[in-house]
């Protein structure tokens, strides 16, 4: 296929160069910082995580089996006559940050833009679910991706699995549109599953397979990789994200002017719970409460605020810090863990302030 003479594919290759990109091929790429202006993530701006590339071969039918009493093979049009929601959703890397910690662990060098939101359109899973009839003794669902590499010396899909909750199925969604258009091949074209709160290993892309079964999953990407191993070697699954804030504005490269106001502002997010609170820090001054918007419910970050006006030239340092509806905070640093998950340690920014009009040229 040529993307030649067709203005929109130029547009879209010219936001993909302005993604950060870690690895070509697999590609994994980082949201850039321009992109944060705005409350949904523009799909050509949202970050890419890859283990394997995008599949040879496009999926064409979801098969659905294993502990079912009704098995299926569903077509996107069959998905989309059995009804859709629309949820705008953020997602993030579990390894977002990772570059953040001290011994640093081996993986994708994600320093902290490996999250973004968008509106993701598909079919509930507990939709599907009760189409197919889960079995009384099935206790997850395995997600099978179309994508395959070497993992172990094995050919391996990317395969994940969820439990069989009633919570997770009703906010899980077999997502064929992303930000009102059929979805970009990098992002799981054609359905994907998309799982508001928990870190983005979740939401298997380039779905092609449902398998309802009856003891808990042991792939490689359930039990090697996306798990929390301590110093002492106790493991514990990735799954919910963790509370984070990240900062918009003032830009770092933009200088300030002594007495004049600025929006010192951002977004907040945790999974499976809203943000109660922001709290910013100037120069590591006592914690002041920013304003935070009330969260809206789908599963997507919230925009926070604090007015400053920045008083003395020179360098400050300013850092946010969200705080969740059940009372999880971000800590002051990462738990460290060998794969480097979950860094959700409050990051700081170093802003300057002018001399103002008038002042001596600094130099
Ligand atoms: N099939 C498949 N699904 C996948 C992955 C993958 O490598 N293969 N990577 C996962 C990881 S680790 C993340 S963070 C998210 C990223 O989704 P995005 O690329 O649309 O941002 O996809 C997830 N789904
Ligand atoms: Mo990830």
Redesign the pocket.
Known sequence: MSHGADPAAGRDRAQIAERDILRHA?LNAETPKVAFASATTHRDA???????GV?DARPTRLAVGGAVDRPAELTIGDLEGMGSTTRRVT??????GRLGMRPLPTGEPWQQR?V?T?EWTGLPLSELVRRVGLQAHAVELVF????HGPRAGQET????SLPVDQAVLDVALLAWD?NGERLPE???APL??VVPGW?????????HRIEAVTKPFEGP?QMT??VYETIDGEREPVRWMRPKSLLVAPDPEVILEPGSPVEVWGWAWSGGSPIAAVDITVDDEPWLPATVEPADGSGAWQRWSFPWVPRRPGRHVLASRATDAVGRSQPDEATWNRLGYGNNAVVRTVVSVGRGPGGPATG
Do not use: Q
Not at 91 to 96: F, I
Not at 157 to 160: G, L, S, V
């Open positions: 697999p949202h970050f890419i995580r890859t283990n394997f599949p997602l993030e890397c579990a390894g977002n490996a973004g968008a099978e991706g179309a994508d899909p990317f395969r994940r992303m990098d992002h799981g994907r599953l870190y983005g290993m979740a939401s298997v892309k380039w779905l990407f990789s996306y």
